[in-house]
């Protein structure tokens, strides 16, 4: 029976790549969505995918869609944190719904999520988790305290959640992409995407299937002895 994967903003960018290239592999997938319905169901109906609506802010919500997906398809071996918003500005401007807005949906959905699949993996004795950071998680980026926050905190939440799964087969990762060709990424100023490309050593945006191809790798069952790792797919960035 194939192993059924769940991806947190799973209708467009990476999410969607992610979610497409795991169906393609042969696993069944499902893709959480939040807020734009009309994508989601062309998503739904171009692929096959199922998709659910609910908010990784909010626990309760979180909780009663995992219950869902359980429900309707099955329990769910793989889990994809994907869901990510930016509320970008200088510090000295930013407002306390700008940062908490971040903070809850970029690092406050990893808990949620995990949360809500983590028993079932515990007594299954299998699980993968794959929480997606950032570039600017490890390096920090002017005008993201808040994005930057959130995202490094992920991949310290993925090291001890890789700790406390090790011994039951669940294992726990991150990828931090670099800049990708996305909407958020889309969204940048085009002045400033000049300066972003020139800082790239291999002078172009990463697609979104590129980090799916990293997601495919950490998700596979043959996969086991990687835990608790930081996948960098950033085109040279940032090496640390």
């Given at each position: 029976?194939?192993?059924?994967?769940?991806?947190?903003?799973?209708?467009?960018?990476?999410?969607?790549?992610?979610?497409?290239?795991?169906?393609?592999?042969?696993?069944?997938?499902?893709?959480?969505?939040?807020?734009?319905?009309?994508?989601?169901?062309?998503?739904?109906?171009?692929?096959?995918?199922?998709?659910?609506?609910?908010?990784v802010a909010d626990?309760?919500?979180?909780?009663?869609?995992?219950?869902?997906?359980?429900?309707?398809?099955?329990?769910?071996?793989?889990?994809?944190?994907?869901?990510?918003?930016?509320?970008?500005?200088?510090?000295?401007?930013?407002?306390?719904?700008?940062?908490?807005?971040?903070?809850?949906?970029?690092?406050?959905?990893?808990?949620?999520?995990?949360?809500?699949?983590?028993?079932?993996?515990?007594?299954?004795?299998?699980?993968?988790?794959?929480?997606?950071?950032?570039?600017?998680?490890?390096?920090?980026?002017?005008?993201?305290?808040?994005y930057a926050a959130?995202?490094?905190?992920?991949?310290?939440?993925?090291?001890?959640?890789?700790?406390?799964?090790?011994?039951?087969?669940?294992?726990?990762?991150?990828?931090?992409?670099?800049?990708?060709?996305?909407?958020?990424?889309?969204?940048?100023?085009?002045?400033?995407?000049?300066?972003?490309?020139?800082?790239?050593?291999?002078?172009?945006?990463?697609?979104?299937?590129?980090?799916?191809?990293?997601?495919?790798?950490?998700?596979?069952?043959?996969?086991?002895?990687?835990?608790?790792?930081?996948?960098?797919?950033?085109?040279?960035?940032?090496?640390?």
């Open positions: 029976m194939a192993r059924i994967a769940l991806i947190t903003g799973g209708v467009t960018g990476i999410g969607a790549a992610t979610a497409k290239l795991l169906r393609k592999s042969g696993y069944t997938v499902v893709a959480n969505y939040f807020g734009n319905d009309d994508k989601a169901q062309s998503f739904a109906q171009e692929t096959g995918i199922p998709v659910y609506s609910w908010t626990f309760a919500a979180s909780q009663a869609g995992v219950a869902k997906v359980v429900a309707d398809v099955g329990p769910i071996d793989i889990l994809v944190n994907n869901a990510g918003i930016t509320r970008d500005g200088t510090l000295h401007k930013m407002t306390e719904e700008q940062w908490r807005s971040v903070i809850d949906v970029d690092l406050g959905g990893c808990f949620n999520m995990c949360r809500a699949v983590i028993e079932g993996m515990r007594e299954r004795r299998f699980g993968r988790i794959v929480n997606i950071s950032s570039v600017n998680g490890l390096s920090g980026q002017f005008g993201q305290t808040n959130a995202k490094a905190g992920v991949l310290g939440f993925t090291k001890a959640l890789a700790l406390e799964g090790a011994a039951r087969n669940i294992t726990v990762n991150a990828i931090a992409p670099g800049y990708t060709d996305t909407a958020m990424v889309a969204a940048v100023p085009e002045q400033a995407m000049v300066g972003v490309l020139a800082s790239v050593p291999v002078g172009r945006l990463g697609t979104p299937e590129e980090i799916a191809r990293g997601v495919l790798f950490l998700v596979e069952d043959e996969a086991g002895f990687v835990t608790g790792a930081t996948l960098s797919i950033n085109g040279g960035k940032y090496m640390a």
